[in-house]
């Protein structure tokens, strides 16, 4: 599956914006996971939604602030992103992985990126 991640932008500290992954193919078969990526920091675990999507996990550090979900019909994941920090700042990536998971260790199928900037 190729996944393709847009939404990206700058914005104010404690503003909102609403991610995009798009796959070349249906959902239904992937566990989604959304990851970011801080210049000079290791990659960091966001969101993951499980293959079945009525299972989501997130990182500590956004917990209540990220919310991820799908559209099937749209073969769409998205990631709002509310009350947004400057410590948000990263690449955010999506990622796929085929067979029946619940936000696995790892994945297969990686989108290319999209930059996410918490400036005033």
């Known amino acids: 599956v190729q996944l393709q991640a847009s939404g990206g932008g700058l914005v104010q500290p404690g503003g909102s914006l609403k991610l995009s992954c798009v796959a070349s193919k249906s959902l239904k078969y992937y566990a989604i996971g959304w990851f970011r990526q801080a210049p000079g920091k290791e990659r960091e675990a966001v969101s993951c939604m499980s293959t079945s999507g009525d299972g989501t996990r997130y990182g500590d550090s956004v917990n209540g602030r990220f919310t991820i979900s799908r559209d099937i019909a749209k073969n769409t994941v998205y990631l709002e992103m509310n009350s947004l920090k400057p410590e948000d700042t990263a690449v955010y990536y999506c990622?796929?992985?085929?067979?029946?998971?619940?936000?696995?260790?790892?994945?297969?199928?990686w989108g290319q990126g999209t930059l996410v900037t918490v400036s005033s």
């Open positions: 990622a796929a992985r085929d067979g029946t998971w619940f936000c696995p260790d790892d994945y297969t199928y």
